[in-house]
C-alpha cells in the first residue's frame, strides 16, 4: 500500500490552513521547517518539509512484514538496484519498525517500509467529516506526469517485475495512462503522458459524497479548485481536484 508520503514546500503557512481545513487531516506535529498529518490510526500519514522546494519528495510503500522487506531488498539488489537499509533514527523518525531506501527508474526516493506505529487516541479530523478510506488500501493513490511513453516503458519493468505492481488498466486516448494496483484499490500508482515529469496528483478518499462535497465548497471559496465535479471512467470515482 501507498503507506505515507513527503512533499517539500516553499513555506508552511498554506499547508497549516489546506490540510486540516479542506482536507480534513488532523495535524499532530509543527517545527519550524515540517509539519506532519494525521488521516486516521497511523502515528502520521503525510509531512510536509519547507526547505524551498516544491512536489513529493519521499514516496513509503508499505510492505507486510519483516520477511517481505527482506525478501524484496533481496530482489532488488539481485537486479543491480542499490539499496540503503535505514537507520534506526530515520525509521523512529517515521515511526515505523524498519524501512529500506531505493530509487525508481525516474529519480524518485522511495522508501519501503514494515509496522508502521498506530496512535494511542483516536483521530480527529481537522473538519468535519466521517473520515478517510485508508487500512489495507494504504493512504491513496499517486499519479505522475510523465514526458513520453519511453519514460513510462522504463518505469513498468521496476515496478511490475521487481516491486510486484499489477497492471490495471491502460489506455491511449486522450493520452496514454498505466494504473497499477498492490492491493484491492483499483490503482496506488499511475503514469500519464502529459510532456512533463512531475507528481501529477495525490488523491485521498473519504467515506461519505458529503465529505467530499464541503471540500469542493471549501476549494471554491478559496479559489484552489483545479478541475471541478466529475466521475472517472476506471475506477469510477466521483472527485474534484484542488491545488495545494
Known amino acids: 500500500a501507498l503507506g505515507d508520503v513527503g512533499a517539500r514546500a516553499k513555506d508552511l503557512d498554506g499547508g497549516g490552513r489546506f490540510g486540516p481545513g479542506l482536507l480534513g487531516l488532523q495535524r499532530v506535529d509543527k517545527s519550524r521547517s ?3 498529518f494525521r488521516m486516521d490510526d497511523r502515528k502520521q500519514r503525510i509531512v510536509v518539509h519547507a526547505d524551498g522546494g516544491e512536489g513529493i519528495a519521499i514516496f513509503g510503500w508499505e510492505v507486510a512484514d519483516a520477511d517481505a522487506l527482506d525478501a524484496l531488498a533481496a530482489r532488488l539488489e539481485a537486479a543491480g538496484v542499490k539499496v540503503v537499509r535505514g537507520a534506526r533514527a530515520l525509521a523512529d523518525e517515521r515511526f515505523v519498525t524498519d524501512l529500506i531506501v531505493v530509487s525508481d527508474p525516474l529519480g ?5 517500509f514494515h509496522g508502521p506505529e498506530v496512535a494511542s487516541d483516536p483521530f480527529a479530523p481537522g473538519r ?9 488500501l494504504g493512504l491513496g493513490h499517486v499519479v505522475f506526469n510523465v514526458e513520453s511513453v519511453d519514460v513510462i516503458d522504463k518505469a513498468m519493468p521496476f515496478y511490475r517485475d521487481l516491486l510486484g505492481f499489477r ?45 467530499m462535497g ?31
Open 108 to 112: 524518485n526516493r522511495l522508501e519501503i
Open 214 to 244: 464541503q471540500g469542493y465548497d471549501i476549494a471554491l471559496g478559496n479559489d484552489q479548485v483545479a478541475t471541478s465535479l466529475g466521475r472517472h471512467t476506471s475506477d469510477f470515482i466521483t472527485s474534484f481536484y484542488a491545488f495545494t
Open 167 to 211: 497492471l490495471t488498466d491502460y489506455y491511449s486516448h486522450p493520452f496514454e495512462a498505466r494504473f497499477l494496483h498492490v492491493n484491492p484499490r483499483h490503482h496506488s500508482l499511475a503514469f500519464i503522458k502529459t510532456g512533463k515529469n512531475a507528481v501529477h496528483h495525490l488523491m485521498m478518499e473519504v467515506f461519505s459524497f458529503d465529505d
Open 34 to 36: 515540517t509539519l506532519a
Open 128 to 136: 468535519p467529516i466521517s473520515g478517510f478510506r485508508t487500512g489495507p
